[in-house]
């Protein structure tokens, strides 16, 4: 299992348009791509900006191919994403998963009780 990390800066403000995005744009297109295995928004405030951190998980670096292309590293940042934030990286990085143990779904919403 391979993640992918992904970091962004926004305002407060802003920081749920972004998950909004994230929730009903992008993981739908991710989840028609063989080999996704789940994705995470991580969100830490610090001094009036919100860093935001998606992980996606993968089941290998030639499934992530079918999502980020031929450069791998490259970040793949919508446009209607990238007017809601401040700063983003423009490269990924990529960590293998050593341990991983699976949140409850109690409600089937994909968000953590």
């Known amino acids: 299992m391979i993640a992918r990390l992904w970091s962004a800066q926004t305002t407060p ?3 749920p348009v ?5 929730r009903s744009r992008v993981l739908p297109e991710l989840r028609a791509v063989d080999g996704y295995a789940g994705a995470m928004l991580l969100k830490r405030e610090t001094s009036g900006e919100v860093e935001l951190t998606v992980i996606t998980l993968w089941q290998s670096l030639e499934s992530i191919r079918g ?6 590293e490259a970040a793949v940042v919508a446009a209607e ?7 983003f990286d423009d490269r990924v990085r990529h960590c293998d998963v050593v341990v991983q143990d699976d ?3 109690r409600d089937g ?3 953590i009780l």
């Open 103 to 105: 949140p409850v779904d």
């Open 81 to 87: 994403a990238a007017t809601v934030l401040t700063r």
């Open 13 to 15: 403000p802003q920081a």
């Open 18 to 22: 972004y998950a909004e995005h994230l």
């Open 67 to 72: 999502f980020a292309r031929d450069d791998l």
């Open 109 to 111: 919403t994909g968000d």
